[in-house]
Each structure stands twice: as C-alpha cells, then as structure tokens.
C-alpha cells in the first residue's frame, strides 16, 4: 500500500483533480478508466492522508515491515510528503495545516467528515474556508515524529532534529489554541481564525496521537464515555446537545466503529482504562449484532431507548476501516508497542478484554511472537 501509493503521490499543481506535489490522494477510480492509473482517475481532495501517510509509513518501520531495499522509494516519498505539510499544508499561516477547495472545485470538506455539513459550529453554523480540523493536527504532529524517525535510521540526524522540534512546538500552539474551558477541543479553525466549537469525536483522534496535554486529555475523554457522546454500541460523530446532531445523519451524530476505535487508542495512550473498558464493550456488543462485521456506520440512536444498534442504510459491509477497527481494539487493550529496530516489545494489558485475548505467531519483523 505504502508502494502503491508513492507511485501515485502528487507531482504537479492541478485544481481540477486537487493534485499538488507531494500530496497523497484522495481516492483513485479505474472503472471506465483507459489504466489503472489514468490521471483522470485521481482525485487529490483530502487534507489528511499526507500525514497519515509519513504515520503509517513510520510504524511499518517500526513492525520491521520496512526493508533496507524499501528505503529507495519510501524515503523520498516521506520527503515529498512532508514539503507538502510545509509548503503547501497551511494556507493562511497560522501555523496549522488546513483545506480548502481548489478554484471552488471538488469536495468543500476534506477530513474524515467529508460531507458538506460535517463540520459544523456548536449552534449548528458552516464555517468559511480554509478550515483547520483538530484531528489533522494530532496526524501532523504523529507525522513529525515519524518523519524523525525515518530520517534518524537513515543517518539524517538534522533532519530528524529539525522535525521533532516542529512537533513540540506544534504540541505547545495546539493545546494553547485548540482547548475549549468548556472541557473539549473544539472541532477546528475557520478561515478568519475563530474556533469551530463543536462538541465532536475528532479530538479522540488527536489523542491518539500523543499531541494532547495529560490535564485537556482527562477531562475530554470524561466527557467522551457520558451520555451525550457515548451511545451505549460506539462514540457519536457530534454531541446530542449540539446543533447539527442527528442520530440518523452521515456525520452528524452517527457513529462510525473506526471512529470510536481511535478514540478508545486515545484513551488508552492516555492510560484511562475506564474509558478503554467501556467502548470496547460496546464495540464489541454491536459487532455481534452485525454478524460479527461491522458496517461502515450505524444510527447514534441511545442504547437506552433502542436496545439493537440501528442500521445506517447506505453503510458499507463489510467496508476496510471498520473491519480493521478490530485490530486497533485488540493492541489498545493489549498496550501493545512494537520498534524492531531497538529490539523492543511493550505490552501493558489492563482492559478487561485481556484476560480472553491469546495471541500466536503474530509477526514482528524477523520474529514470530506469540502473547498470551
């Protein structure tokens, strides 16, 4: 995957398809297509898969997923990668990597939440372009220390310096702007700098990646496991108490399994187990509804008013990140932490979940580790 898509990362400026030098794409259509690459195909419009792409590509090295052989194409993809975070990730300099439609063409929102009214303010309100989403930041942060690492294996210590100390001043400006006394992040920056106020699930993201001070994180994630984020099957998309929430919505109040999957990751990085306890329970009781596969998304109707998770009609089944949402559970509960290149394997099991989990033959660069 990490090949396929430096074969297809950005090298020109192009409005129509949102392409830009370095930027990783959106998604790639070939049906009716004259290749399975046709230029006509791509579409470049999201602001997150650049930095999920420098993410992940650090965490295949650090599974020794990576080989030395690896590093001829995916060092300078990382590269690529991260001048587009520099030079073109931040549009109106404010120290933030943001979006906006390209000659007023393609998607008007380009996170995770890329239906035209998946961001909102707390009175329900659109914001004005280019908008800032918290999770993107916590993904460039991750990116960063990613980077670090890569460049770090392959001797490229100023690089490495230069990337980290980026991360920690992005770490100091996120918590100073982001951070809402009202106990939440708030969901992003609009075009003029004011504060998308959302009460939503995108800041579970960020903590997930480690970008969070320990005293916004708590409070946050009390908040995340009450009644007004937490459904009783899965974290709501938006707050019941928010303008734009509607159980029945895309984006607005739904609940999507990978969604509430990073969050219970934040929580557990953040060590509240109580939190980490509480999704994977229900988590794991809407997957046996589903028939052991979870869809894309369901309702965000209360577990307390209707006792069976609500189908979303044109949900996907099976559909990739959910069916992966799985995995991120089972390391979370796990504390599982893998660098081959240090010779280190972390586990630190607290879940409840752990007591049931037998692992056998998991591969870890060179290894065969069995955890039980």
């Not at 949402?325 to 390391?331: A, G």
Request: glycine share 10%; net charge negative; with cysteine.
């Amino acid at each position: 995957v990490l090949h396929e898509l430096a074969e297809l990362q950005g090298r020109t400026v192009d409005p129509s398809s949102g392409e830009e030098p370095g930027k990783i794409l959106h998604e790639l259509r070939t049906r009716g297509a004259p290749g399975p690459f046709s230029t006509r195909a791509r579409y470049y419009g999201t602001v997150d898969a650049t930095p999920l792409y420098v993410l992940v590509a650090a965490e295949a090295a650090r599974w020794g997923a990576v080989s030395t052989a690896d590093r001829a194409w995916l060092v300078p993809a990382v590269d690529a990668a991260m001048r587009w975070i520099r030079e073109h990730g931040d549009r109106n300099d404010d120290g933030f990597v943001d979006y906006a439609p390209q000659g007023g063409q393609g998607l008007v929102n380009q996170g995770w939440k890329d239906s035209h009214d998946g961001v909102t303010f707390a009175d329900g309100r659109l914001p004005d372009p280019p908008i800032s989403l918290v999770e993107v930041q916590g993904y460039t942060y991750a990116a960063l220390l990613g980077a670090a690492d890569i460049y770090r294996a392959v001797g490229r210590h100023d690089d490495a310096a230069r990337c980290r100390h980026d991360a920690q001043s992005l770490r100091e400006s996120f918590n100073r702007t982001y951070w809402d006394e009202r106990g939440w992040f708030v969901e992003a920056l609009d075009g003029t700098g004011r504060r998308v106020d959302s009460l939503g699930s995108n800041p579970g993201h960020a903590l997930w990646t480690g970008i969070a001070d320990p005293d916004h994180a708590y409070p946050f994630l009390d908040i995340l496991a009450g009644d007004e984020m937490w459904s009783g099957w899965g974290v709501r998309t938006l707050s019941t108490s928010m303008g734009a929430y509607d159980p029945l919505s895309y984006h607005n109040g739904s609940v999507w399994p990978h969604d509430t999957a990073i969050c219970l990751a934040g929580a557990a990085r953040y060590g509240r187990w109580d939190v980490v306890d509480r999704l994977t329970d229900g988590l794991l009781d809407a997957s046996t509804r589903f028939g052991g596969r979870l869809p894309e998304l369901f309702a965000g109707l209360s577990r307390d008013v209707i006792p069976v998770p609500v189908p979303y009609p044109g949900s996907c089944i099976p559909q990739a990140w959910a069916a992966a949402s799985i995995l991120l559970v089972l390391r979370a509960n796990l504390g599982l932490d893998v660098d081959v290149r240090q010779r280190r394997i972390t586990v630190t099991p607290v879940g409840r979940l752990v007591g049931d989990i037998d692992l056998k033959n998991l591969p870890i660069g060179e290894w065969l580790v069995s955890i039980n």
